[in-house]
């Protein structure tokens, strides 16, 4: 497959002057001579052109038109495209089941509940305008950690976050 992109010339201008003064600058004579000289007719391709790549959805309907190319023969068997739903799917659904993992882990719903508190913290101190508030915070993201740690210690024995985020609140309230 051959992927031809075929802005208008003068859109290839315009976009060149906005790159003036950088490494991506290209003469002006050079990308008219381009234009004037490419051919993008290959006989043994199949040649998709692309009027405006910066355009919305045209990467959406490149790829639409290669798998319609794909599905109804016109392109021959190419092992990056074979199958390429059925990877997409698998992906997503493994990307699923490892987000809803991590979720779901005892870890870091605690993790979770102690940023909350100490960030409700951190605001509450700024508001009564308490000194010392990177070394507060500071103290309190240590201690947050040293929870964290005791839990994954403890991670054998049942029993819920609730008495760990309880505790790491009167710590705050008392930092």
């Excluded at 913290?121 to 000194?131: H, K, T």
């Excluded at 993201?141 to 819920?160: I, S, T």
Aim: proline content about 4%.
């Amino acid at each position: 497959v051959v992927v031809h992109l075929d802005p208008p010339l003068a859109l290839c201008l315009d976009r060149n002057r906005e790159r003036a003064g950088t490494k991506g600058f290209v003469p002006e004579e050079v990308v008219r001579k381009v234009a004037e000289t490419f051919d993008a007719n290959f006989e043994s391709h199949v040649v998709v052109r692309v009027a405006d790549p910066a355009a919305p959805g045209s990467a959406d309907a490149l790829w639409d038109r290669l798998l319609q190319l794909w599905r109804g023969g016109g392109i021959a068997a190419c092992p990056a495209l074979e199958d390429l739903e059925e990877r997409e799917r698998q992906e997503a659904e493994r990307k699923q089941q490892a987000g809803a993992r991590c979720s779901k882990t005892r870890g870091h719903v605690l993790d979770n509940l102690l940023r909350k508190e100490l960030s409700s913290a951190v605001a509450e101190w700024r508001e009564r305008g308490l000194p010392d508030l990177q070394q507060r915070a500071r103290l309190a993201n240590e201690e947050r950690k040293r929870v964290l740690q005791r839990e994954k210690a403890a991670a054998a024995g049942e029993g819920g976050n609730a008495g760990a985020a309880a505790s790491f609140r009167s710590w705050l309230a008392n930092l």
